[in-house]
């Protein structure tokens, strides 16, 4: 696989470069009610790859999606927000295009000089961005590709998606691999090919039939296999117990048992939890036994009993993996599980991984020194599916 070093020593001075980045942060409101960048560690990620073609003099061509329009424009999902961030982290203008490829981004992208760079608007507002028909898809990668001279994948939190901007655009253009999905595929293999041991997977979120795929795979290779999150409470029900009115996949309960019985002293779960009834920052709260969770009560984060027990089999690894929230960080008497674990994470002797998604968001939005950790992965879903050993049609695309 070309990476940008190999596209740098061509000579991109005067070339249209265009960067596929994964620009898909999470956005909020301010008091006006003006779209606002609530995390802005996707456009940091991408900036060391728009640095070095700037600095090279290329014309630097960025796209990315944000959210899931519906293949239409919508006032929702636009970029310009993410134009006016990357321009203050670049310390330099970023030209921005209304559209992906219309009049405005011929425009925009015909008006650049060498060392500038251009953000065009959401890939998503493109119907053939996603389009599961080869041909709509192909259509609107040619467009696309009519844009540049040169093609980078940047965006790893994509590239296990066989969209046109992603899998289509690399064989219509001369491509390589930016410098962030180089870092993502040497801490992938870190953990696959012959991980440090002892070897733990810390696995959270809400629901088993998410991570089954992964924990399947990982099961037979790891030394603990730790479960928080709205998913463990599936585990606890295989068990027998009663979860009350906790995050429940009850078609998953004969997969859970298997999975219980299969990996032995491996697989770790709560010995407590924090319950509550509701979802703010002054919820009232109790912490229970996780076989005693009260009927009309949910289980919202793991307790602090179950803290130290995840922070004793993280504490003992030299190789780490973390994917998913312990509770509903979001609110403070949910986020004990989270910061604890992740402080854990933090401290190993090793490699520590933070699998992206809302265990990296998670890891910004409590505070935490983000240089604590080994890696902090872009992509959530693409760093599972490269666990699990599936084929990840952006990578594939860039290895033709």
Known sequence: MRTLSDLLSEGVRGRRVLVRADLNVPLGTDDDGNRRIA?????????????????????????SHLGRPKGAPDPKYTLAPVAE????????????ATDTVGDSASEVVGGLASGEVALLENLRFNAGETSKDDAERTAFAERLATLAEAYVDDAFGAVHRKHASVYDVPKLLPHVAGRLIVRELEVLRGLTDDPKRPYAVVLGGAKV?????????????????????????TFLAAQGHEVGDSLLESDQIDTCKKLLADAGDKLVLPTDVVV??????DAATSTVAADAIPA???????????????????????????????????????????????????KVDGL??????????AVRALGLDETSFGHISTGGGASLEYLEGKTLPGIAALQD
């Not at 802005?40 to 991408?46: E, F, H, K, L, T």
């Not at 039939?209 to 409470?233: Q, R, T, W």
């Not at 403070?332 to 599980?337: E, R």
């Not at 520590?352 to 968001?361: F, L, P, T, W």
Request: hydrophobic share 45%; charged share 20%.
């Open 85 to 96: 961030r990357m321009a203050e982290l670049l310390d330099a203008p970023v030209a921005y």
């Open 352 to 361: 520590s991984v933070v699998g992206g998604g809302d265990s990296a968001a």
């Open 276 to 281: 509550g009834t509701e979802f703010s920052d």
């Open 39 to 63: 995390d802005d560690g996707r456009i940091r990620a991408v900036l060391p790859t728009l640095t070095m073609l700037r600095e090279a003099g290329a014309k630097v061509i960025v796209c």
């Open 296 to 346: 009309g009560q949910k289980g919202l984060d793991i307790g602090p009993e179950s803290v130290a027990l995840f922070a004793g089999a993280i504490g003992e690894a030299h190789t780490v993996f973390w994917n998913g929230p312990m509770g509903v960080f979001e609110y403070a008497p949910y986020a004990a599980g989270t910061r604890g674990v992740a402080e854990a994470v933090a």
């Open 209 to 233: 039939s998410d991570k089954l795929g992964v924990i399947n795979a990982l099961l037979p290779k790891v030394d603990k296999l730790v479960i928080g999150g709205g998913m463990c409470f």
